[in-house]
């Protein structure tokens, strides 16, 4: 299968850069002190319902639930790189680098399940050699996790793995 057909096959998804402020659609009252509300960067069809992520660098950021006349369910405090729906669920990459170095670099995968009619819930499954800095579906289904420490392969089964790029010899000219 094509990555354009894997990627037909994800639910449907809004997205755009956290430097554009979020989309004006969807927003969520931030647990940051004085903020008030905030728009989110990505927003993906999830259950019956919406799963809304934000990243507002240093000032925290969240993953939201919200479902149509309902209040919304605020699941986990987490800077939010993109989500993706996996086999087993909803999986969030995360992000946070304070300032420029590395060392304070951090970043993991939260999944978000449901059961039932319940709300969803969030838990951290993994921890990110650094910040998720991109990350997209690949062909066999896997989602690969590009961080400043390494890139990273969440597999179909929900184990993850490092990987290291081939060198093909060939050099730009």
Same mark, same amino acid.
């Given at each position: 299968? +094509?990555?354009? !057909?894997?990627?037909?096959?994800?639910?449907? #998804?809004?997205?755009?850069?956290?430097?554009? =402020?979020?989309?004006?659609?969807?927003k969520y009252e931030s647990k940051f002190p004085g903020m008030g509300d905030v728009h989110p960067h990505v927003a993906i069809v999830a259950f019956?319902?919406?799963?809304?992520?934000?990243?507002?660098?240093?000032?925290?950021?969240?993953?939201?639930?919200?479902?149509? !006349?309902?209040?919304?369910?605020?699941?986990?405090?987490?800077?939010?790189?993109?989500?993706?729906?996996?086999?087993?669920?909803?999986?969030?990459? &995360?992000?946070?680098?304070?300032?420029?170095?590395? #060392?304070?670099?951090?970043?993991?995968l939260i999944l978000i399940t449901r059961h039932g009619n319940e709300d969803p819930v969030a838990e951290k499954i993994h921890d990110l050699p650094?910040?998720?800095?991109? +990350?997209?579906?690949?062909?066999?289904?896997?989602?690969?996790?590009? &961080?400043?420490? =390494?890139?990273?392969?969440?597999?179909? !089964?929900?184990?993850?793995?490092?990987?290291?790029?081939?060198? &093909?010899?060939? &050099?730009?000219?």
């Amino acid at each position: 299968m +094509s990555r354009e !057909d894997l990627n037909k096959k994800q639910p449907p #998804k809004f997205i755009v850069s956290p430097n554009v =402020g979020g989309m004006g659609r969807f927003k969520y009252e931030s647990k940051f002190p004085g903020m008030g509300d905030v728009h989110p960067h990505v927003a993906i069809v999830a259950f019956d319902g919406w799963l809304l992520g934000g990243d507002q660098g240093e000032f925290g950021g969240a993953i939201v639930y919200e479902q149509h !006349d309902r209040p919304q369910s605020f699941l986990a405090n987490a800077n939010v790189e993109d989500i993706f729906e996996m086999p087993f669920g909803f999986v969030a990459t &995360t992000s946070y680098s304070h300032l420029v170095g590395q #060392k304070d670099s951090i970043g993991s995968l939260i999944l978000i399940t449901r059961h039932g009619n319940e709300d969803p819930v969030a838990e951290k499954i993994h921890d990110l050699p650094a910040a998720a800095s991109s +990350s997209w579906l690949l062909e066999n289904g896997s989602l690969l996790i590009n &961080t400043a420490n =390494g890139s990273v392969l969440l597999n179909l !089964d929900g184990s993850l793995h490092s990987i290291q790029c081939a060198s &093909t010899g060939q &050099t730009d000219a």
